[in-house]
């Protein structure tokens, strides 16, 4: 069975620090993987998907991730934030093209200036 | 780029009624519809998968006679809470994938559901 399993359900940044969220997962099958965003009251946004290419995938602002089969991870940084990447973030996996989404439970990821 | 709406965004009833929600995708034709209920704090459990033309698959555990699903479009997606109790609030987010094998999906807005 699929999971995914997020480390730190609270990261906390400085405005221009880099930020590192960390996403394991557990797959019988080589997975396909997402890291959503989602801001308060509202539904999630993707922000990048690795699904069996480049192993580094980058997304939207400013954010990449780095699939590692050997450590099953797929951590998302960014090497500096901004006070707007204040949110939750989402990693996901799926074993097959177009089936229904795992989610981990979340990370919140707070950014002071 | 794939735009996925819900409908409505709030909602409050009262226990005992029934509440309509609904999902479309705007820009694309989705095949399959997934829906979502995610509670404070929380991350989002799948409840039921919906494809176009033929019954949903519900998650176990998931009531199917109390969470009606209808996917009687390829742009369109419904979800009735079908006599609602308190424990029924939450956050409900539906998701469309834009054709067979398509791996991502796009999520709609979310709505948010209060049961007095």
């Known amino acids: 069975a699929q999971s995914v399993t997020q480390l730190g359900s609270h990261v906390s940044v400085s405005e221009g620090a880099l930020v590192l969220l960390r996403c394991n997962y557990s797959s019988s099958v080589p997975p396909y993987l997402f890291w959503y965003v989602q801001y308060p009251n509202q539904g999630l946004q993707l922000l990048l998907k690795y699904t069996s290419a480049a192993t580094l995938v980058k997304g939207i602002n400013g954010f990449e991730a780095e699939f590692k089969k050997s450590e099953t991870s797929f951590h998302l940084t960014k090497p500096s934030a901004h006070m707007s990447d204040a949110a939750e973030y989402f990693c996901?996996?799926?074993?097959?093209?177009?089936?229904?989404?795992?989610f981990g439970k979340g990370t919140t990821l707070s950014v002071s200036s | 780029g794939a735009v996925v709406s819900q409908h409505p965004s709030w909602v409050i009833c009262k226990s005992g009624t029934s509440v309509k929600i609904e999902c479309r995708s705007l820009?694309?034709?989705?095949?399959?519809m997934f829906w979502y209920r995610q509670f404070p704090k929380q991350s989002l459990m799948l409840m039921a998968t919906s494809n176009e033309g033929s019954k949903a698959t519900y998650e176990q555990g998931v009531e199917k006679d109390k969470f009606l699903i209808n996917h009687a479009s390829l742009t369109l997606s419904t979800l009735t809470v079908t006599s609602a109790h308190p424990e029924d609030s939450s956050f409900y987010i539906c998701?469309?994938?834009?054709?067979?094998?398509?791996?991502?999906?796009?999520f709609g807005p979310g709505t948010r559901l209060l049961v007095l």
């Open positions: 998701s469309a994938r834009a054709g067979q094998g398509a791996e991502t999906q796009y």
């Open positions: 820009d694309f034709q989705a095949t399959t």
């Open positions: 996901a996996v799926s074993e097959w093209a177009g089936t229904a989404l795992i």
